[in-house]
């Protein structure tokens, strides 16, 4: 998985199996034992990544302070993205893959259910402009990604991460367009 991680995150989807099996230090079919299909690799890094950012959302909902809880958990969120980047180069070339391990880390972990409550917590105190919804954390986060694996390598991504982070700040100054695409959910 480390291996894969670095060179998705290096060479996009266009790392071979073969590549990712030498850089582990196995032979190519001990990745297909595990990994029957590049897809089915993609999928099970996407699941690690959400796993990963359930459990950050967990630790922000301990904190007291409803922002600093927000603020820390898309922080969070945004420096585990840029230690994998691979994960940002997917949701980039497969968004629908990254959808899917978002909504199965709902289904089993109950994702959502964790960032509507932070978004809540933080709306409620007035720390958080009324108007942000869940569908915003996916646009930050795939910005971000984006930024992080640009070809030249944006290495001010952090200073627009404290824009945006400053933008979301309630009560907000100017109305936002509509969402156009909402988080999709599964149907329980």
Same mark, same amino acid.
């Given at each position: 998985?480390? !291996?894969?991680?670095?060179? $998705?995150? %290096?060479? @996009? #989807?266009?790392?071979?199996?073969?590549?990712?099996?030498?850089?582990?230090?196995?032979?190519?079919?001990?990745?297909? %034992?595990?990994?029957?299909?590049?897809? &089915?690799?993609?999928?099970?890094?996407?699941?690690?990544?959400?796993?990963?950012?359930?459990?950050?959302?967990?630790?922000?909902?301990?904190?007291?302070?409803?922002?600093?809880?927000?603020?820390?958990?898309? %922080?969070?969120? &945004?420096?585990? $993205?840029?230690?994998?980047?691979? #994960?940002?180069?997917? !949701?980039?070339? *497969?968004?629908?893959?990254?959808?899917? &391990? &978002?909504?199965?880390?709902?289904?089993?972990?109950?994702?959502? @259910?964790?960032?509507?409550?932070?978004?809540?917590?933080?709306?409620?105190?007035?720390?958080?402009?009324?108007?942000?919804? $869940?569908?915003?954390?996916?646009?930050?986060?795939?910005?971000?990604?984006?930024?992080?694996?640009?070809?030249?390598?944006?290495?001010?991504? *952090? *200073?627009? #991460?404290?824009?945006?982070?400053?933008?979301?700040? @309630? +009560?907000? %100054?100017?109305?936002?367009?509509?969402?156009?695409? +909402?988080?999709? *959910?599964?149907?329980?």
């Amino acid at each position: 998985m480390d !291996s894969a991680r670095e060179l $998705l995150g %290096r060479d @996009g #989807l266009e790392a071979q199996m073969d590549e990712i099996a030498a850089s582990a230090g196995v032979g190519v079919g001990t990745v297909y %034992r595990h990994f029957a299909t590049k897809d &089915a690799l993609l999928q099970a890094l996407a699941a690690v990544y959400f796993a990963d950012l359930t459990a950050i959302a967990e630790q922000a909902l301990e904190q007291n302070d409803p922002w600093q809880a927000f603020d820390g958990f898309i %922080r969070s969120g &945004a420096e585990l $993205l840029e230690t994998n980047r691979a #994960l940002a180069q997917i !949701s980039a070339d *497969r968004p629908e893959l990254m959808q899917s &391990a &978002a909504q199965d880390a709902d289904a089993s972990l109950g994702f959502f @259910g964790k960032l509507d409550e932070l978004i809540s917590r933080a709306q409620s105190g007035g720390e958080l402009r009324a108007d942000f919804e $869940l569908s915003d954390v996916p646009a930050i986060m795939c910005s971000l990604g984006a930024l992080q694996i640009s070809p030249k390598g944006y290495s001010n991504w *952090r *200073r627009v #991460l404290e824009f945006v982070l400053d933008g979301l700040r @309630g +009560p907000g %100054r100017s109305e936002l367009p509509p969402v156009l695409l +909402p988080v999709p *959910r599964r149907a329980v």
